[in-house]
C-alpha cells in the first residue's frame, strides 16, 4: 500500500475513482499524480501577483499541461 | 399596486429615449426594506417580469450598431427571439466593444456607457465589456437586495462598529478614449459596497488606490492591518483562499507585523509620498502591539489554531465568499483553520458581465436567479432549445445564457449551472463550473465539474478532503492530479 506523507491511502482512492468512473463512463483513469503542496502555492501565487481581478485567481479544473516532476510527489 | 409593480409599469410606460429609465433603475429607487418586503410577491411570477426585461432590453438595442447589423427588428415577441436569435461568444461584439473604446458610442446599446469591465476571467487573457448605466443600476440593484438578504441573517453587516475586510482587485485598471474609467467587475463590486459601508472598511480606500505596491507586499499590508484591528469581524473575499494566504503571512511574518503596528509603519518598499500618506492614516497602537506580542510570547506564533484567531478578533464573526465549484473547495478549507462559530455567507454567483443570483441561506452555494437583473435562458447540456427561467427542472445542469441591459444578446457565458429549488417558482441556481473545461475520452464528454461531484463524493465517503483536484489529459488518458487531507 503507497501511503503519502500525509498519511492519505491514496491506492485506495484511486481505487473507488476507478469503480466510480467506469460505472459511470466506462473510462479508468491512467494514473494519478499526487502533487506537492507547493505546486498549489505557486500557481496560486503566480495568479495573485499577476494583474487579475476575482474570477482570474481560481484555479483551473482542467489542465493543458503535465505538472513538472519537481512537483508531483507520488504517482500510482 | 406593489411598489416594484408601479417601478416596472413606469420603466415599460416610457418613450425610449436619452432620460428613460430601465426597470432596474425604477427598482433601484425604491426604498431596500420595502422591495426586500416585496420580494415574495416577485419571485411568485417570474415569467412576468423575465418578459419584460427581454422586451426593455431589446427596445434599448433599437437604434444601436449591432441592432442594424443583426436585424432586430424581427424580434417583436418572445417566440421570434426563441426561434431566431443566435447564440453569440465574446468574438461577436470584440469589434463593437473596440469602437466603444475608442469612443464611438451606440455600438451595442442606445443608452449612456457608464464605464467599461476589463476581466481575465479564468482564462488570463484580457477581455473588455461595455457597462451601460442600465447594466450598472442592474448590478447595484442585484447587491442591494444580497445586502438585504445577508443582513436579515447575519445583522452584524449593519453595525458599524463591526469592521469589514474586503479583498479585491479595486484599483482602476486605464482611462479609455473618451476618459471613462475602465475597471474590473470585482473592483466595481467593491467600489459599489464601500459607498455604503464607508468606515465600516478596515483597509482605507487610500491603500487601495496607492500606486506602486507588489501584489505580495499588498498581502502583507492587508495582513498588519487586519492584525491591528480588534474590531475586525466580517470578511468579504471571492476567493477565501486570498485571506487563507494572509492567514500565512501572519504565521510567518507575524513578529514583523507587531513592530509595524508598534510603531504606525510598514516594513514593505513603498513611494515616499505613498508611505507618508499611509502613516498618516495608521497611527502607532502599543496597546495592540503589546496584546499581540504577549500571545506571540505564549506561542512563538500568533496563528496555531483556531483558538488563536478567536483571541486575536473576538468579534469575527462572519465570512461573505464563493462556496460553489473548485473556489467553494478552497473555501471549505480556510473555513476548516477558523473558529467554528463564524457564520459563512455565499458571496453570490456573478460574472463581469452581470451579477446573476441572490443567496438566501446561510452555508449555501445557491441563490435565487435575479429576474430583474437579466433575461435568463438555460440550455440543456445534451442539445436542444434553450430554455426559460420559468421552465427548468429542478436537479438539472444547465449552460447558461444571457441577454443583458449592456448589450449581450443570448450570450453564452460558458458557465454551467444547476437548480436547486425553487423560491416562489423562480429557481435557484448554483454555478458548477465552466463548460469550456472538460476532457473528451472515447468521445464521452466530461464536464469538470462531474469530477469535482464525484470527488466530493469519495471525500464524504472515505473521510477525507482534497485540497486539490484537477485533471489532466494526454494522448494516454486522463490523469488526476490531487493532494489530500485526512479529516
Known amino acids: 500500500m503507497l501511503e503519502s506523507k500525509d498519511a492519505v491511502d491514496y491506492t485506495a482512492l484511486k481505487q473507488e475513482l476507478d469503480e466510480q468512473t467506469e460505472r459511470l463512463w466506462g473510462i479508468i483513469s491512467s494514473g494519478i499524480y499526487v502533487v506537492k503542496q507547493s505546486y498549489k502555492d505557486y500557481q496560486f501565487t503566480v495568479r495573485t501577483r499577476e494583474d487579475r481581478g476575482a474570477c482570474g485567481i481560481k484555479l483551473p479544473l482542467v489542465i493543458s499541461e503535465e505538472p513538472l516532476d519537481s512537483e508531483i510527489e507520488m504517482r500510482i | ?487
Not at chain 2, 501572519?250 to 509620498?273: K, T, Y
Not at chain 2, 445542469?397 to 444571457?402: A, I, Q
Request: glycine content about 6%; overall charge negative; charged content about 25%.
Open chain 2, 1 to 487: 399596486m406593489l411598489q416594484y409593480e408601479e417601478a416596472m409599469a413606469r420603466a415599460l410606460g416610457q418613450q425610449r429615449n436619452k432620460e428613460a429609465r430601465t426597470i432596474p433603475e425604477e427598482m433601484f429607487s425604491i426604498h431596500p426594506k420595502q422591495l426586500y418586503a416585496e420580494m415574495p410577491e416577485l419571485l411568485m411570477d417570474c415569467e412576468c417580469m423575465q418578459k419584460q426585461v427581454l422586451q426593455e432590453i431589446l427596445l434599448c438595442a433599437q437604434g444601436s450598431a449591432y441592432a442594424r447589423e443583426h436585424d432586430f427588428r424581427r424580434f417583436t415577441s418572445l417566440e421570434e427571439w426563441r426561434d431566431h436569435a443566435a447564440v453569440t461568444t465574446y468574438e461577436d461584439y470584440r469589434p463593437y466593444i473596440e469602437r466603444e473604446l475608442a469612443g464611438e458610442p451606440r455600438q451595442l446599446y442606445t443608452g449612456e456607457t457608464a464605464l467599461f469591465i476589463a476581466t481575465t476571467g479564468s482564462t488570463g487573457n484580457i477581455k473588455y465589456f461595455l457597462e451601460s448605466k442600465a447594466g450598472n443600476t442592474a448590478k447595484q440593484l442585484v447587491m442591494s437586495v444580497r445586502g438585504m438578504y445577508m443582513s436579515e441573517l447575519l445583522p452584524v453587516t449593519l453595525d458599524m462598529d463591526a469592521k469589514n475586510l474586503t479583498i479585491s482587485n479595486y484599483a482602476p485598471v486605464d482611462n479609455s478614449a473618451d476618459g471613462k474609467l475602465v475597471v474590473r467587475a470585482s473592483g466595481q463590486t467593491a467600489r459599489n459596497m464601500r459607498k455604503k459601508t464607508g468606515t465600516m472598511n478596515l483597509l482605507p480606500v487610500e491603500f487601495w488606490e496607492a500606486p506602486g505596491i507588489a501584489a505580495r507586499d499588498r498581502d502583507y499590508m492587508m495582513a498588519v492591518y487586519t492584525l491591528a484591528e480588534v474590531r475586525f469581524s466580517k470578511v468579504f473575499c471571492n476567493n477565501l483562499i486570498h485571506f487563507g494566504r494572509i492567514l500565512d503571512r501572519i504565521v510567518a511574518e507575524g513578529q514583523q507585523m507587531i513592530e509595524d503596528i508598534r510603531h504606525g509603519d510598514f516594513s514593505v518598499e513603498l513611494l515616499p509620498e505613498v508611505r507618508e500618506q499611509l502613516r498618516r492614516l495608521f497611527p502607532a497602537n502599543t496597546q495592540r502591539a503589546d496584546g499581540l506580542q504577549e500571545l506571540y510570547d505564549k506561542k512563538g506564533c500568533l496563528i496555531t489554531g483556531p483558538e488563536d484567531i478567536a483571541t486575536i478578533w473576538p468579534a469575527l464573526s462572519m465570512v461573505s465568499c464563493w462556496l460553489s465549484a473548485s473556489v467553494g473547495r478552497d473555501a471549505r478549507e480556510v473555513l476548516r483553520r477558523l473558529p467554528a462559530g463564524i457564520k459563512c455567507f455565499e458571496m453570490g454567483y456573478g460574472a463581469s458581465e452581470c451579477k446573476l443570483n441572490i443567496p438566501n441561506e446561510l452555508a449555501s452555494a445557491s441563490g435565487i436567479a435575479a429576474p430583474f437583473a437579466c433575461f435568463f435562458e438555460f440550455r440543456p447540456l445534451d442539445g436542444g432549445a434553450p430554455l426559460c427561467m420559468w421552465e427548468v427542472t429542478d436537479g438539472v445542469c444547465y449552460e447558461l445564457l444571457v441577454t443583458t441591459y449592456s448589450g449581450l444578446y443570448r450570450y453564452n457565458l460558458q458557465d454551467i449551472v444547476r437548480i436547486q429549488g425553487f423560491t416562489g417558482n423562480t429557481p435557484n441556481i448554483v454555478f458548477c463550473g465552466k463548460s469550456s473545461e472538460f476532457v473528451q475520452i472515447d468521445g464521452e464528454k466530461i464536464y469538470g465539474h462531474q469530477f469535482a461531484d464525484l470527488i466530493r463524493q469519495i471525500e464524504k465517503k472515505r473521510s477525507c478532503n482534497f485540497d486539490l483536484m484537477q485533471i489532466y489529459k494526454n494522448t494516454e488518458g486522463f490523469f488526476m492530479c490531487w493532494r489530500a487531507k485526512t479529516r
